[in-house]
């Protein structure tokens, strides 16, 4: 069965600086997307970056990179040049590929992100 | 862009009712989902739906829940009855593809009395 996992409960850093969130999956199907998600703390869910499998190429939207390792079953969030509204509780989601299964989260990572 | 809208964002019913929460999703999309999250932990999936059918459900989806899209109207989710535990922020998304990033709308509040 899929699951993903997000250890960090929590990271604070100071604005401007780079941080990285960590996710590891568990998957038996070769084929399946990736994706982060933050969530606002008025509760909006807003998708961020998403990573296929079958891409070697670590993806990058704005300020926000991949660092996918498929031998390691990790894709972890890279926020450089990070801002005070970046804070935020980031969520990594997975979907297989060859089934009707929907994505599922890892528990989250609470970004606080301080001047 | 586009938005999945959820109606309403916060509904108050006592234990044992029915209640509907309707979702709006992306005018074009084709799958659907309802996903619930307790005190803002983690997204736990209900159900996800296509071609008018469940396609997949939790063990969170108990028989007390369905779902259904009448003519492309809303896709809703039904509750009957509600139990104490049925409280949490119920969110929506849909996307295009299978293999699309849902978008979510913003979150109905069931508060079970």
């Known amino acids: 069965a899929q699951k993903v996992t997000q250890t960090q409960t929590s990271i604070s850093v100071v604005e401007k600086t780079t941080v990285t969130m960590d996710c590891v999956y568990e998957?038996?199907?070769?084929?399946?997307?990736l994706f982060w998600y933050k969530q606002t703390a008025s509760g909006e869910i807003v998708f961020l970056i998403r990573q296929d499998s079958y891409k070697k190429e670590n993806a990058t939207v704005g300020h926000y990179s991949l660092n996918f390792q498929k031998p390691k079953s990790s894709i972890g969030l890279i926020i450089t040049a990070t801002q005070i509204e970046d804070s935020a509780v980031y969520f990594c989601a997975m979907r297989e590929g060859h089934n009707n299964n929907a994505p599922r989260f890892g528990a989250g990572t609470k970004l606080s992100v301080k001047p | 862009g586009p938005k999945v809208l959820q109606i309403p964002s916060h509904q108050i019913i006592d234990m044992g009712q029915m209640v509907t929460l309707n979702c709006d999703p992306v005018s074009n999309h084709l799958y659907f989902y309802w996903y619930k999250q307790i005190l803002g932990q983690q997204m736990e999936f209900l159900v996800n739906?296509?071609?008018?059918?469940?396609?997949?459900k939790s063990k969170l989806f108990k028989d007390q829940f369905s779902v259904e899209r009448p003519d492309g109207s809303y896709f809703t989710l039904k509750i009957q009855p509600t139990a104490l535990e049925d409280s949490a922020v119920y969110f929506c998304?849909?996307?295009?593809?299978?293999?699309?990033?849902?978008?979510f709308g913003e979150g109905t509040r069931l508060s079970v009395l």
């Open positions: 998957t038996r199907d070769s084929s399946y997307f």
């Open positions: 998304a849909s996307s295009l593809t299978r293999e699309g990033a849902p978008l």
């Open positions: 739906f296509y071609n008018g059918k469940v396609m997949e």
